[in-house]
C-alpha cells in the first residue's frame, strides 16, 4: 500500500502528523487560496463555454473525474469531465451521487439551531447541561453549544486516534476500518482523551470532528430521535432534496463514481474507497447528496427556509479557526471565503477518495458546487510541505469562472495571486 518511490525524512514526520491529524470528514477548504475582494462584481449570466474549458482543465491536470452545477439567478449550467473509473473508463456525470464529508456540519447545524429556535436548546449554554455524562466535569461547564459548532470548544479530533496509520505516512487504517462500525459516543471518547487544542471559547479556534459528533448526540437527546433520522425529516426533506441521505450501508445509494484515495502517494495506484462504513463521520460527515441537491439546499438556508433570520445570522458570525496551516473565517456549519467578486458562503467537504465544495453568494443566487474522486493527489517535499498540484491552480480557476465570470477582469488578475494551501484545501490532506 505504501509507495516504494516515497519514503518520508524524520524531520517531516512531525508536519505530517500535524497535518493528518487535521484530518477526516472535509476537505477543500479554501480560506486564503484567493485574492481579497475587490470592487468588481460577480459576472450576470453564464459563460458555458469557459465553464466547460475550466472543468475540462481540472480533468487534463490529472484529476480522474470532476462534476460541477453553476446557477445564476434561474440559469444552470451543469458539465462533467473525466472517468468514474479509471479500469473501464465509465464516463463521470454531472448528476452523479458524492459523499460530500464536512458538507454535512451544515446540516447537523440547521438541526440544532432549528432546536434553538423551539427553545429547546440555548447556543450559549454548556453542553453539560445537556449532556452530563458525555461530557462531564469543569470541560462541560466551560464548552458551550455555540463553541462546538464554531469549532472554539478546542476538543481534539477523534481522526488521529481512530486512523492512527495516518500518523506514520501509511494508509492501513483506511483498510481496517472499512467495514468497522463506530458508534458515535467511542468516537467522543476518542477526541475527550486526546489534549485539548486551547482553552475554551479561546481564538482562533482548531477544527475539530468531535465538536459535530457531540451535537448529533445533542439532537438525539432533545429530540428523543435518532439525529440523523431528525436531520433527514426536517432538513433535507424540508429542503426538498430528493437525492440526499445518510445512506444505512457502506454503499453510495444512485449512480456515482468511485472514490481513490493516494494519501500523497503512500497509497500506489490511488485506491478505491467507494464502499466504506462511514459511521466513523457520523453527523460531522456521512452525508451523500448531489451537486444539483447541494445548490437547492444551500439557497434554501440562505433565504431562511430552513431556520429564520435571526438564526441565518447566528451562522454568518465568524471566527477565525485553524485547519491543517490555514485560517478561515468559520461561522456555525458555514463559512465566508471572499472571492474577486464579492463574498461567497457554504463549506466543503471530504472523505477518503472524494471532495466537495459547495459556495453562494448571500442572496442565493450565484452558486457553485462540485465533486472530485481523487484526493490528497499532491505530493510531500522533503521538508514535509504538501507541493501544491496543477489540479489546485485548475480548481481555483473553475471556482472564479463559476462565481465570477471568466470575462471579469479581476478573474485573471487573482490568478498570479493564487497559493493552494497545505491544509484540506482542495484535497491536501484528509480532515
Sequence with gaps: MTSPRFRMPASAVGRVRRLAVAAGAGALLASGLLAAPTTAQAADG????????????????????????????????????????VDTRRPVRPDMVHRVGS??????AIAVLQQVERGAVELDAPIGRYLPDLVPGERGQRITVRMLLNHTSHIADYIGPAFPSLLEGSGKSLDDNRFRTFAPEELVKLGLAATPTGEPGA????YSNTNYVIAGLLLKKVTGTDAERYITRNVIRKAGLRHTSFPRTPLIPGPHSKAYESLFGWIDPPRDYSVYNMSWASTAGAVVSTMDDLNRFYRALLRGELVG???VAEMQKTV?????????AYGLGLYSLDLPCGRFWGHD????????QSLSSPDGNRQLSFGINLMKYQKIDENGQVVPSPIDYALVDHIVVALCGDTAAQAKASRPQVLPLPSDTLSAVVR
Design 46 to 85: 453564464l459563460d458555458r463555454q469557459a465553464l466547460r474549458q475550466s472543468l475540462d482543465a481540472v480533468h487534463e491536470a490529472g484529476m480522474y473525474g470532476i462534476y460541477s452545477e453553476v446557477r445564476d439567478a434561474a440559469q444552470t449550467w451543469k458539465g462533467a469531465s473525466g472517468v468514474a473509473d
Design 103 to 108: 458538507i454535512s456540519k451544515t446540516f447537523t
Design 203 to 206: 481564538a482562533p479556534g482548531s
Design 309 to 311: 433570520a435571526a438564526q
Design 320 to 328: 477565525p479557526v485553524l485547519v491543517g496551516g490555514a485560517s478561515l
Design 349 to 356: 467537504g471530504g472523505v477518503f477518495g472524494m471532495g466537495t
